[in-house]
Every structure is written in structure tokens, then in C-alpha cells.
């Protein structure tokens, strides 16, 4: 018997878009960009092609970023980069028009729920349903939801940074903070335009965070040589950072989300806050990947802290594990509107 499936799950995140097929794990995962060439709207490039034309393109041709703090800013470019997601996957499988899963931020509203919806069926799906990120993160990250004990994630994306507090299945307390691994490259490039005087992109600003970036200043410094446009000369100059540089720049975005982490643990039901402080709590997300980053939350809320393994890929593993067992799922964490 041939495997054959007409499922697949969405990651769409505002950096990278990830695309799961049960029975084949993860098949895609491109940078969430599309490069239209103006005046005729024709899309060019998406994904990884499409994100190497950033900060290189003539005037004709516009690189757009569709998502914007996890959800829909441009309705249309969505539709074509979704199309492009589900063509590309479609090679590796042999259906027509799939049921598709797709992640969305817990705040969002009921009329991005719907754009998304609308988007994926005139994308060619035949059904689309959409689940909140933080449970498919949990869900990723291994977490037992169904459980009556309590259990807390914190997702850090590109957009948005989602904290929640799971119990048998649902979520008793969210908060979805716009602030997360976008806002810390925008914060690196300020920090570098105005300490040495030199213009850096946003990819180049996402490189150094990779590389070097920290939660907090240690005594052992990492360096790493940039370069940019020197903003006095307006000609290319090359200059040393520091690990410790990039983490007072990331400090204000840092301090936001742990903001965000305390308010959800003061709204937590005392019953759950006693189970969080016994497991303590879970950072999933490209953002949880910065060094020492559950160090520093731990110390400032008091209650332990944990990256998840593969952290990256936890939510796209989490609608794998939906998809998989869709007809249970559907009616706790799924809406179709």
C-alpha cells in the first residue's frame, strides 16, 4: 500500500514558512518574502530567492515581507506566496487540493483567522483550519496538554512572541507581545547607526545576533567583524563588535517579553502557578534560541526556565502532530472562521 496523504501543515511565520506532510516531516522551510516587479503586481521570486534580492533590488522591482507580527499585511502577496508553498510541496505528494493547517498568533483577531482562511482555499486548499501557535508549540515541544497540571510556553517567533499557560488542552491565560526576534535585529542595527556611526541591513543585523548575540554581558566577550556604510563618508567601512554590545542593544526587547511572561504568571490560577514553579516553563521559537536567554529569564520571574529541543521547528512539529490525529483536534483547538 502506497502512503497517501492530502494533509499539510503551515507554519507561516513573518520570517520563515515551514511546510509538514505526515509521513515525511518537514519538506519546506523558506524565508516568508516575495519580490513583485511594479507596475504590473507580476510576482518574481519567493522565499529563499526572493530573499536574496533584499536591500539589492532596482526600483521596479519591490521585496515585500507579507506577514507582519505573525499575521496578514498584505493580503494578496499572502495568497501568491501560499500558492507557491503548496505547488512546491505538491511535488512530493500526490493530491490535488489539500486539507491544510496553518499556525496563527493567539491574539489574532477573527478577521485575520478569516484572511488566512480565505487566503490558503484561493491558494488551493480544500479545506483550511487554523490553531493557535503557543498549543502547537507545546504540542511540539512535547508537552502533555491534555494533562490537568499545568504547563507554560513561551513561543519566540519573528513577529511575535506568544506566552501561554496550557491545561487539559486549552489555554487558560495568553498574551501574544509584538516583540520578538525582528524588533531584536531592528534594535542591533539602531545600536550600531548610532554607537559607530555605521549602517548595517536587517540581514546583516540578523547574522550578528546569530552569531554573537547574548541575553546578557559575560566577561568573556565574543567579536565579530561587520560591515557597513559608514553614514559620514557614505563609504563601505569594516568595524569589531562585541557579544556585550548586542546584549545592551538587545535589552529593552528582552525586558518586553519577560514583561510579558510576569503578566501571564499573575493571571495564572494559583493551582497551575504551583505546577509551573515545579516543571517550570518552556521557550520555543527561532527568538529562544539566544544564548542565555532562559538564564535570564529564570532569574527575573523565579521560575525555571527551559529551550526546548528544536526549538526552532517546535510549532510546524506541533501541526504535524494535529494532522495526524485531526478528527480529536479538531473540535478542542481548531476553528474554521
Known amino acids: ?22 509521513g515525511k516531516g518537514i519538506v519546506l522551510n523558506e524565508p516568508s518574502v516575495v519580490a513583485v516587479a511594479k507596475p504590473e503586481n507580476k510576482v518574481m521570486a519567493v522565499g529563499a530567492e526572493a530573499k536574496l ?6 526600483d521596479n522591482i519591490v521585496v515585500y515581507r507579507p ?18 508553498f503548496i505547488n512546491k510541496s505538491k511535488s512530493r505528494l500526490n493530491f490535488f487540493k489539500p486539507e491544510i493547517l496553518i499556525s496563527i498568533p493567539v491574539g489574532a483577531s477573527s478577521t485575520e483567522r478569516r484572511a488566512v482562511i480565505e487566503a490558503a482555499k484561493a491558494a488551493g486548499a480544500r479545506e483550511a ?42 489555554i487558560v491565560t495568553a498574551q501574544s507581545i509584538r516583540m520578538a526576534g525582528d ?51 557614505g563609504l563601505p567601512r569594516n568595524i569589531k563588535i562585541s557579544s556585550n554590545e548586542i546584549a545592551r542593544a538587545l535589552q529593552s526587547v528582552l525586558e518586553e517579553i519577560i514583561e510579558g511572561i510576569k503578566q501571564v504568571l499573575r493571571q495564572t490560577p494559583p493551582e497551575l ?17 539566544l ?13 525555571p526556565c527551559f529551550t526546548a529541543e528544536d526549538a526552532l521547528f517546535c510549532v510546524v512539529k506541533g501541526t504535524g502532530v494535529v494532522l495526524e490525529n ?12
Open 183 to 233: 524588533r531584536m535585529d531592528e534594535r542591533i542595527a539602531e545600536y550600531i547607526k548610532k554607537e559607530h556611526n555605521l549602517a548595517v541591513g536587517s540581514q546583516s543585523a540578523e547574522e550578528i545576533k546569530i552569531r554573537i548575540g547574548r541575553a546578557f554581558p559575560q566577561k568573556k566577550e565574543d567579536i565579530y567583524d561587520i560591515r557597513g556604510r559608514d553614514l559620514i563618508t
Open 129 to 170: 483550519f487554523v490553531a493557535k501557535e503557543p498549543i502547537l508549540a507545546a504540542i511540539g515541544a512535547g508537552i502533555p496538554i491534555n494533562s490537568c497540571e499545568g504547563n507554560m510556553i513561551v513561543n519566540i517567533g519573528g513577529g511575535t512572541s506568544e506566552i501561554a499557560v496550557v491545561a487539559l488542552g486549552g
Open 67 to 84: 506577514m507582519k507580527d505573525g499575521v496578514i499585511a498584505d493580503y494578496k502577496v499572502t495568497e501568491a506566496m501560499l500558492k507557491y
Open 291 to 303: 544564548r542565555d536567554l532562559d538564564q535570564l529569564v529564570a532569574k527575573h520571574t523565579g521560575v
Open 53 to 58: 534580492m533584499v536591500g539589492r533590488t532596482p
Open 1 to 22: 500500500m502506497s502512503f497517501f496523504t492530502n494533509k499539510l501543515a503551515i507554519d507561516l511565520g513573518t520570517c520563515n514558512s515551514l511546510v509538514f506532510i505526515p
Open 273 to 289: 502557578s504551583a505546577d509551573i514553579i515545579n516543571k517550570g516553563m518552556i521557550l520555543s521559537g527561532g527568538g529562544s534560541l
Open 326 to 337: 485531526l478528527d480529536t483536534y479538531k473540535r478542542s483547538i481548531m476553528s474554521k472562521k
